[in-house]
């Protein structure tokens, strides 16, 4: 591949989810000091503390097209091979008013938000799991349901296609695995035969 390397800025409490607003700026998650940043420029702001209301580092995030960030974390320090446990997703305004939006989700790890905006689908690595959720106007979560089960597989980042497929990948079970978020839904290997699995009514 032809091009190079450059540093934009550094974030000392260590980047991990990241997202751009509708005017083009960058949002970043410092992970380990549990704050949601913006780039200015050249320069962090911090738009919001997320200390009083993660657990635990913070991870991945979605960003919706009011500039709504859903940032979910660990929950847990896996590191230090401490017992699993469930935990929240965080809904950050435009504003930096930071609330609770979901709970009981084990290490969620990966959201994508449906074309519409109206659903938006997080995976549970600890759960095996992606799980669903309806968006109200006011950015708040409702209408949990879980689809599929992903047997061996632990989704530790995912993405939505343009086909409304899903993506996800599994380091733990070194594979990849494409998911149909659609009737009749399915999810497997992209090299396997996929059988559809039984599912809810809506998606």
Known sequence: MAGHCETMVTVPGQPSG??????????VVSMTDRRL??????????????SALAPFHCNDMVVDAKGRAY????????????APCTTNLIMVQPDGLARVVADELLFPNGTVITPDGRTLIIGESYASRLSAFDIADDGSLSGRRV?????NAAPDG???????????????????AHC?????????????HCKPRPAPSTP
């Open 158 to 176: 995912i993405s939505l296609d343009a086909e409304g497929a899903i993506w996800l990948a599994s380091p733990m079970s070194r594979m990849v």
């Open 37 to 50: 940043l913006r780039l200015d420029g050249t320069q962090l702001t911090e738009v919001s503390d997320l």
């Open 71 to 82: 940032i979910g974390n660990f929950g847990f320090d896996f590191a230090a091979k401490q």
């Open 18 to 27: 990241l997202g751009r607003l509708s005017d083009g700026r960058l949002l």
């Open 180 to 192: 149909l978020w659609r009737r009749p839904r399915s999810c497997c290997q992209p090299n396997n």
């Open 147 to 151: 689809w599929p089960t992903l047997g």
